[in-house]
């Protein structure tokens, strides 16, 4: 695999979010909208995730010239708390992208002061719980009918200790 590069979303990046969603399987859209996007992402979805201001921030992850996946995270609740969420072209996942473009967003939540992260998925969805057990341990988990909520303060490392 080509070296993995992170960086910062901006809003020339829009058409390459939307195509990296058309990419998109439906169950990996359906694991990270909870619901099914269409043949093509709407102009509020495109906006949502790219957020422009202080309540947002999103950031991008590339193998080679290849978008391969799309973190964000949103004010929720409290001043001091923020929602993460990320997606993983379905050719790339199980190769730790996902855990690195949480770790930008983390170090970037961190250092605007966030208090306290969430991460929503649906209870099923495997490779949200393993990275959350896995790499925040003591994260607060909250089950509800068939969705988790996970709760953990953005210091909380999810780089991987060697064993």
Request: aromatic share 4%; glycine share 8%; charged share 20%.
């Amino acid at each position: 695999m080509s070296r993995l590069r992170i960086r910062p979303a901006v809003p020339a990046d829009r058409a390459g979010l939307a195509d990296l969603l058309r990419g998109l399987s439906a169950e990996s859209a359906y694991r990270r909208f909870q619901t099914g996007l269409g043949p093509d992402p709407s102009a509020a979805i495109l906006d949502a995730l790219l957020p422009e201001d202080l309540q947002g921030n999103a950031v991008l992850a590339h193998v080679g010239r290849s978008l391969v996946g799309h973190g964000v995270w949103r004010r929720a609740g409290a001043p001091d708390e923020a929602e993460v969420a990320l997606v993983v072209t379905d050719a790339h996942q199980g190769q730790g992208i996902g855990t690195a473009l949480c770790e930008a967003l983390l170090t970037d939540l961190a250092a605007r002061g966030i208090k306290r992260v969430e991460v929503f998925a649906d209870a099923t969805n495997r490779a949200v719980i393993r990275m959350v057990t896995r790499h925040a341990p003591d994260a607060a988990c909250e089950l509800d009918g068939a969705t988790v909520t996970y709760r953990f303060p953005p210091t909380m490392s999810l780089t991987r200790t060697v064993a």
